[in-house]
């Protein structure tokens, strides 16, 4: 059931501009779950909960192309290396233990993608967490989501600011700075800023093909 909390938040979302993003201190688990409720599928804003704080942002108008290109990119690289892929989007990824929830702009299993396989909903008590994360920071930063993706054991994740990619891998409580990715060994750093530069001049399609034509080289 919502609680006056709850929908204090709801009206928050609601009024929340596009690119916006909000921190409240001193929100209960419950009130985190009660949120998710109400909020059900398909919501626009990512939220991230992390031991009673909790974050909200309204991603900008560019994160859903963006999401899309990086997703199709991961699919031309899991085809041409013959690796196995599912894709999660922005799934909602918590641990009750922890209190930590956190929302990715988009995330894929690799390594793990066989345990996955047909799972509608996923338990992190249970199921392993993805294999990359990925975090478009156009609008605001993802930075406050590290420490959760790292406490839920997240291997690697990719960060791209409007100019510039960022792979991760975990180390330890937090994350270093790697060229290549893990999952993709044939994907650097550089090569995803590239690609991702290309699309303001060329189309996807024809950006796609190119790359898939290099992978073959």
């Given amino acids: ?3 006056a909390a709850t929908h204090t938040y709801l009206d928050a979302i609601r ?3 596009v690119g916006g993003a909000l921190s409240v201190p001193d929100v209960s ?3 985190y779950q009660a949120l998710l409720a109400e909020l059900g599928d398909g919501y626009a804003v990512r939220i991230t909960y992390d031991r009673e704080r909790l974050e ?11 999401e899309e290109f990086i997703c199709a990119v991961a699919h031309v690289l899991a085809d041409e290396m013959a690796t196995d892929l599912e894709t999660f ?5 918590k641990h009750p233990a922890l209190k930590q929830g956190a929302e990715p702009d988009t995330c894929f299993y690799v390594q793990h993608a066989a345990q996955v396989i047909g799972r509608d909903g996923l338990d992190l008590t249970v199921d392993p967490p993805p294999d990359v994360v990925v975090e478009v920071d156009v609008s605001h930063s993802s930075t406050a989501k590290l420490s959760v993706w ?8 990719w960060r791209y600011d409007g100019a510039r990619t960022v792979m991760y891998q975990r180390s330890g409580d937090g994350y270093i700075e790697i060229p290549a990715s ?3 060994s044939s994907l650097t750093a550089e090569a995803l800023t590239d690609l991702l530069q290309q699309l303001r001049t060329k189309g996807q399609q024809a950006v796609l093909t190119a790359f898939r034509q290099s992978l073959r080289r």
């Fill in 56 to 66: 909200i942002g309204s991603p900008a108008d560019r994160h859903e192309k963006i």
């Fill in 1 to 3: 059931m919502p609680t």
């Fill in 150 to 157: 790292a406490a839920f054991g997240v291997p690697e994740i």
């Fill in 182 to 184: 893990l999952a993709f």
């Fill in 89 to 93: 989007g922005s799934t909602t990824f």
């Fill in 29 to 31: 688990w419950a009130d």
């Fill in 15 to 17: 009024h929340l501009p």
